[in-house]
């Protein structure tokens, strides 16, 4: 679902390469030795892997940034682990130009590779939780500015915060950089003409330099170890969006969705990922809780597979947000001069999130000791007045 530039020269596998071609990368220290043609792959593609009772079979992933310990038969190879992954068939409809089945198993490993953790605030005693709602706010206020698209904003975002849970005791002080940083390498990735480096100096009003910047661009990519291409939230729920809306016959390529329902469903996305608690959940669950607050959870089951017990809890914990973007006035398509008409939807735009985030923590709070059940169909509801348990 994103484009490519081609800035980059990643020295990584390409994950579209044939998997004979994959292979583990030894340690240079270590002699040489067979390994099992069971782990030899980095990527798996399942034939055929959808029964005639729709449920899927185990997937075999990667165990991120964990490694065996040195043993007689196997050292410093990476670890493997199957995982269960019972989902519907694909929800994507026949493609002329990919397997569906494969770009959809492809599309679910990557959310249990690209792991992020919210607990990353306790290797760093100087930061605190306000201090990277501040961050993305003015991430997005920048991505606005320089007419961004959304995945790019989202790329950053991500990059930000897999790379905070590798490093200790960050500063402050290097926010800023870091984030600004995480934009630079996520407009090289998804952005056709990018800002140049001494455009995202400027906006920093003086606080990093292009050296600065360029410096901590190569820190960033070594501490993310060159994994930069996630499914973001935001690209799960565009393709929710596409899958509900297509039809038969129709180019899957081309956007078919409601924009205005779209960009609704994006500004209730934008500001529940500035609460870091959002980090709680896969992207692909994310997306599907958002997508979850317009329709009915019958259509988020038909394009995502996801089980209501899987959703439930990221659906009632993002009521809160849901409800503050109701008691605003409904947000309206932005116009950008460069930008042309139909990719109005895909510019990452900017609302005062600090506000409406603060709004929602004050629901938050009041909602936890009145909590309601969650309904079928993706609805919070009230019990019923048989339900409600009477007092003796």
Same mark, same amino acid.
């Given at each position: 679902? #994103?484009?490519?530039?081609?800035?980059?020269?990643?020295?990584?596998?390409?994950?579209?390469?044939?998997?004979?071609?994959?292979? &583990?990368? $030894?340690?240079?220290?270590?002699? #040489?030795?067979?390994?099992?043609?069971?782990?030899?792959?980095?990527?798996?593609?399942?034939?055929?892997?959808?029964?005639?009772?729709?449920?899927?079979?185990?997937?075999?992933?990667?165990?991120?940034?964990?490694?065996?310990?040195?043993?007689?038969? +196997?050292?410093?190879?990476?670890?493997?682990?199957?995982?269960?992954?019972?989902? $519907?068939?694909?929800?994507?409809?026949?493609?002329?130009?990919?397997?569906?089945?494969?770009?959809?198993?492809?599309?679910?490993?990557?959310?249990?590779?690209?792991?992020?953790?919210?607990?990353?605030? +306790?290797?760093?005693?100087?930061?605190?939780?306000?201090?990277?709602? @501040? %961050?993305?706010?003015?991430?997005?206020?920048?991505?606005?500015?320089?007419? +961004?698209?959304?995945?790019?904003?989202?790329?950053?975002?991500?990059?930000?915060?897999?790379?905070?849970?590798?490093?200790?005791?960050?500063?402050?002080?290097?926010?800023?950089?870091?984030?600004?940083?995480?934009?630079? @390498?996520?407009?090289?990735?998804?952005?056709?003409?990018?800002?140049?480096?001494?455009?995202?100096?400027?906006?920093?009003?003086?606080?990093?330099? /292009?050296?600065?910047?360029?410096? /901590?661009?190569?820190? /960033? =990519?070594? *501490?993310?170890?060159?994994?930069?291409?996630?499914?973001?939230?935001?690209?799960?729920? $565009?393709?929710?969006?596409?899958?509900?809306?297509?039809?038969?016959?129709?180019?899957?390529?081309?956007?078919?969705?409601?924009?205005?329902?779209?960009?609704?469903?994006?500004? %209730?996305?934008? =500001?529940? @990922? +500035?609460?870091?608690?959002?980090?709680?959940?896969?992207?692909?669950?994310?997306?599907?809780?958002?997508?979850?607050?317009?329709?009915?959870?019958?259509?988020?089951?038909?394009?995502? *597979?996801?089980?209501?017990?899987?959703?439930?809890?990221?659906?009632?914990?993002?009521?809160?947000? /849901?409800?503050?973007?109701?008691?605003?006035?409904?947000?309206?398509?932005?116009?950008?001069?460069?930008?042309?008409?139909?990719?109005?939807?895909?510019?990452?735009?900017?609302?005062?999130?600090?506000?409406?985030?603060?709004?929602?923590?004050?629901?938050?709070?009041?909602?936890?000791?009145?909590?309601?059940?969650?309904? @079928?169909? *993706?609805?919070? &509801?009230?019990?019923? #007045?048989?339900?409600?348990?009477? #007092?003796?």
């Amino acid at each position: 679902m #994103s484009r490519r530039s081609g800035r980059l020269t990643l020295q990584a596998r390409d994950e579209n390469a044939p998997e004979q071609n994959r292979v &583990t990368r $030894k340690r240079k220290s270590q002699p #040489s030795k067979k390994m099992p043609s069971a782990t030899k792959k980095q990527s798996y593609e399942i034939q055929n892997p959808w029964s005639k009772e729709g449920a899927s079979p185990c997937a075999l992933v990667e165990t991120p940034h964990k490694e065996l310990e040195p043993t007689a038969d +196997l050292s410093g190879f990476k670890q493997f682990r199957f995982k269960n992954i019972f989902i $519907k068939p694909s929800p994507l409809p026949c493609l002329s130009w990919a397997s569906s089945d494969d770009m959809w198993i492809k599309m679910l490993n990557k959310d249990l590779k690209y792991v992020h953790d919210k607990d990353y605030l +306790l290797q760093h005693p100087n930061l605190q939780l306000k201090m990277r709602a @501040i %961050l993305l706010d003015w991430l997005f206020e920048v991505s606005e500015v320089y007419c +961004l698209h959304r995945q790019t904003a989202y790329l950053a975002q991500d990059f930000f915060d897999r790379f905070m849970v590798t490093q200790e005791n960050v500063d402050k002080d290097c926010l800023q950089l870091i984030g600004i940083t995480a934009l630079f @390498i996520a407009s090289k990735i998804e952005e056709i003409y990018p800002p140049k480096v001494h455009e995202f100096a400027y906006v920093t009003d003086g606080a990093c330099d /292009m050296y600065d910047i360029l410096k /901590m661009e190569l820190v /960033m =990519l070594k *501490g993310l170890n060159w994994n930069l291409c996630p499914e973001t939230a935001v690209s799960w729920l $565009k393709l929710y969006s596409q899958v509900e809306a297509q039809k038969d016959g129709t180019n899957f390529l081309v956007p078919h969705f409601s924009r205005e329902t779209y960009i609704q469903m994006t500004q %209730l996305l934008d =500001l529940c @990922i +500035l609460d870091i608690n959002s980090l709680d959940y896969t992207y692909g669950i994310l997306a599907a809780a958002a997508f979850c607050h317009f329709v009915s959870y019958e259509v988020v089951h038909k394009v995502s *597979g996801v089980t209501w017990d899987s959703v439930a809890p990221c659906v009632q914990w993002m009521s809160p947000f /849901m409800d503050t973007v109701r008691a605003l006035p409904r947000v309206e398509l932005k116009r950008f001069d460069k930008v042309k008409p139909e990719d109005l939807h895909n510019i990452q735009t900017h609302a005062d999130y600090l506000s409406m985030l603060n709004e929602a923590h004050h629901r938050q709070q009041d909602s936890k000791d009145r909590l309601s059940p969650v309904g @079928i169909g *993706g609805i919070l &509801t009230p019990p019923k #007045s048989t339900e409600k348990p009477t #007092s003796h």
